[in-house]
């Protein structure tokens, strides 16, 4: 298929080589050709791309979605592009059927539960009581009954962890569907998300979970900003890229990896499961096309709360998963170069975006007809792009920081301003039009102030910095990785 550079050291961890003919692909959004289409940036992560000519062409047609033909060597090009992040599959191509089962973890929520057991009545399903309360786990299991569902009980909570594991292990079927008790899924959507287990590389796949409708400044601003809401792209699930994780709110698992959740942890269980089985070698996929509801919380105090709880899962997480959870991954000149404009300083910011220009320009040299002028703009670019996401992140983790210093040093108030601006204007922007402005402000100040909060103390139980350690890139490796 040309000379794309070798990607095995990336890619040894997918289980096949090759994509299927028939799986329809698609170029993640922000790969970008250059020199003719033979030279490509982009991806999640962040990469550059030599190829020859054939291989552009066929670059170019998968800039919309586009089924893998059985042209030598192209699904083996496609699945090297989907393990590196430069490209996601849009439709997989159904196999056999598979057979699935349903597991329901719950503490209480009989009413959620009872609604559920009667949308699913024509599937194998199983509710695992997690320590209801008595009267609770009365009426559990006189629904399972009703409905032909399964029940087993848990005498004692032992969180969700060990309820989805309990449940696992009674099923037989090829695929363990894993379904909170709050979630209303769109049946219609099952199969399709089945259909992405015809691939044997694939361990585990999530569909979109929205919010519910509703009315309420709180509900308006959880429409575009639920952590459970990954956004309307497609994605192969990695760590550090542009989907990192999927909640298990409804998450699909092949039975034999399905009891892998770690119950010593009662939050951030499934980020760890999902992290694990991309250690494993599995891919995980990110399937928006299928959808779910999820309902607000009902209180502004809950919903605090649970951002809070959150935050706490980090430091556990980095004791399990190291720099996967690092809050700021980002070229170090990136995050100078708006330290520069946020402290009013335009020499750092020059300074920090002629660097990099220089050197990835050397790099482009002899590939491109004006490198330094391509290296410029991707430069730029890059930083305009990354800034809200650097802020927002940078507000998420270090929240009490910049509070204290906003309240004790008078001339750092202006540029945590103009951080918090950073982080919120672009986002609100895009929504404007349900979203009122005042509310929305302060719905995202207590929600990163909130979640900030619950990383400081899951670090400090945890007895770990990782999850306040940024990891920046410099000089050679600050410009894109090169395939």
Not at 380 to 392: E, F, K, M
Request: charge should be negative; hydrophobic fraction near 40%; aromatic fraction near 8%.
């Amino acid at each position: 298929m040309g000379n794309l550079r070798d990607l095995n050291h990336e890619s040894s961890n997918a289980r096949v080589d090759d994509l299927a003919p028939g799986t329809v692909v698609q170029l993640e959004a922000s790969a970008r050709s250059h020199a003719g289409g033979t030279l490509w940036f982009g991806g999640s992560p962040f990469r550059m791309l030599r190829v020859n000519q054939s291989v552009a062409d066929l670059l170019n047609t998968w800039k919309e979605p586009t089924a893998v033909t059985n042209r030598k060597g192209e699904g083996a090009l496609a699945r090297r592009l989907e393990v590196t992040g430069f490209l996601h599959v849009v439709t997989p191509t159904p196999d056999e059927p598979l057979t699935m089962s349903v597991v329901i973890p719950t503490h209480g929520r009989v009413d959620e539960v009872t609604l559920l057991l009667a949308a699913l009545h024509d599937l194998d399903v199983l509710v695992v009581d997690d320590g209801s309360e008595a009267i609770d786990a009365l009426q559990l299991e006189a629904a399972c009954h009703l409905h032909g569902a399964t029940y087993i009980r848990h005498e004692l909570p032992l969180g969700p962890a060990a309820a989805r594991n309990s449940g696992a292990a009674l099923q037989s079927s090829d695929i363990v569907c894993f379904l909170d008790s709050d979630v209303v899924p769109d049946r219609d959507a099952f199969p399709n998300l089945l259909a992405h287990f015809s691939d044997p590389a694939v361990g585990a796949v999530a569909p979109r979970i929205v919010v519910a409708s509703g009315t309420g400044q709180l509900q308006s601003y959880e429409t575009w900003s639920s952590p459970l809401d990954l956004g309307e792209e497609p994605a192969t699930v990695r760590p550090l890229s542009r989907v990192s994780y999927v909640p298990s709110a409804l998450l699909f698992v092949r039975r034999e990896l399905a009891q892998g959740f770690n119950e010593s942890l009662h939050v951030g269980e499934d980020v760890d499961f999902i992290w694990s089985l991309h250690q494993q070698g599995w891919l995980i996929r990110y399937d928006p096309a299928s959808t779910a509801t999820h309902p607000v919380r009902p209180t502004l105090a809950s919903w605090c709360a649970q951002r809070f709880s959150y935050g706490t899962s980090a430091g556990e997480l980095t004791k399990q998963h190291g720099e996967a959870t690092t809050p700021i991954a980002t070229s170090g000149w990136t995050a100078l170069s708006w330290l520069g404009l946020l402290t009013f300083n335009p020499v750092l910011s020059a300074v920090s975006l002629i660097i990099p220009t220089v050197l990835l320009g050397r790099r482009l040299e002899g590939r491109a007809a004006t490198p330094y002028q391509l290296a410029a703009s991707t430069v730029i670019l890059g930083s305009i792009n990354a800034g809200p996401a650097l802020a927002r992140q940078t507000v998420r983790t270090y929240g009490p920081f910049l509070l204290a210093a906003g309240v004790l040093l008078r001339p750092l108030r202006l540029p945590i301003l103009g951080l918090q601006a950073l982080a919120f204007a672009p986002r609100w922007w895009k929504h404007r039009a349900t979203s009122k402005l005042l509310p929305a402000l302060g719905l995202q100040g207590l929600d990163d102030l909130s979640y900030s909060y619950g990383v400081l103390y899951g670090a400090i139980h945890a007895n770990t910095r990782g999850a306040l350690h940024p990891s920046f890139t410099w000089f050679s490796s600050s410009s894109p990785s090169e395939d």
